[in-house]
């Protein structure tokens, strides 16, 4: 009897650890959510108490804008194609902001990347010192970097380009460094062998096998930087966040060239995003773009 009642005695002490492990797992979690509930419902106090208690009684306004809006923009439809061909330089000035900050954001971000790649890295001291320069570059978010760029150089579009590439060099660094980490290092180990230099082992050696997933990445940060571009606008870093925020300073009787700039900044997110969709999807996995939009 006993080498049968052994096993089953253990069987039975590792299934009572499972269901005390499950069940102190859920009441962890059940505390998890009480808290978040509590400090949800605290932040919203918090707001109201801040806001002279207007919080609550302004919520039924929250559509008046969209209504004010898309109403004019309904009554002087007959003025939308020019109001839309009116902007499109503006349009075309906060793309190329997009575009020269990305472009400028994944080079930098790309040589970052490389020097914070453990096992890769040519001065592996540096690493933790570049890794936290990567980290603030991210926290700090564009808007208030681009607010410290205008006070210093005054509005325009190089102090948004400056404030959006210097966000990017963190998040593309952050990024590519990950990708670099799933880099095989046998073509590195053979260009050492032969006395290839560390430039030469990265450009050889590391970038070819993860060059698709770097463009994945920098055309998604292309979508991101257009939105980002558009509201540093408001702050007046130019573009055409910035004829934006005067067409709604203005109110009633500018509604309409309000909902053309909504209409134009859509379609071209909506386009960038379906563009570099097909994009990504024919680098990382091969796919034909007419399989992808079917």
């Known amino acids: 009897m006993a080498p049968n009642t052994a096993p089953r005695a253990t069987e039975t002490r590792l299934s009572d650890a499972y269901l005390a492990q499950i069940k102190s797992k859920r009441l962890m979690n059940f505390i998890m959510l ?13 707001a109201d108490s801040r806001n002279a208690g207007g919080f609550w009684d302004g919520l039924g306004n929250i559509f008046d ?11 002087r439809a007959y003025l939308m194609p020019a109001h839309l061909i009116r902007y499109i330089p503006s349009l075309i000035e906060t793309i190329n902001i997009a575009a020269a900050s990305t472009l400028i954001g994944a080079m930098l971000g790309l040589v970052m990347s490389l020097l914070v790649t ?8 540096l690493v933790g010192p570049l890794r936290r320069i990567l980290d603030i570059l991210r926290a700090v978010p564009e808007i208030v970097i681009a607010l410290v760029l205008i006070f210093m150089l005054g509005g325009g579009p190089v102090p948004a380009m400056i404030a959006i590439a210097l ?3 963190g998040a593309i660094g952050k990024l590519f460094s990950e990708v670099n980490e799933n880099a095989s290092l046998k073509p590195v180990e053979g260009l050492a062998s032969v006395g290839a230099n560390w430039t030469q082992r990265m450009w050889l050696g590391v970038i070819p096998q993860v060059a698709p997933n770097y463009l994945s990445y920098a055309l998604l940060r292309f979508e991101i930087n257009i939105r980002a571009s558009a509201i540093l606008g408001f702050v007046g870093a130019g573009g055409i966040g910035y004829d934006l925020r005067n067409t709604m300073s203005w109110g009633n009787g500018k ?4 909902a053309a700039i909504f209409i134009l900044l859509f379609l071209t997110i909506v386009v960038v995003d379906q563009l570099s969709s097909l994009l990504r999807n024919r680098l990382t996995h091969g796919t034909p773009m007419t399989e992808v939009t079917s």
């Open 255 to 258: 509604y309409d060239e309000a």
């Open 118 to 125: 453990r096992g890769l890295a040519p001065i592996p001291w």
């Open 34 to 46: 009480v808290l978040f509930l509590a400090l949800l419902a605290s932040g919203f106090y918090t």
């Open 65 to 75: 804008f969209p209504a004010a809006m898309f109403g004019e923009a309904i009554e």
């Open 167 to 169: 966000h990017t060099v």
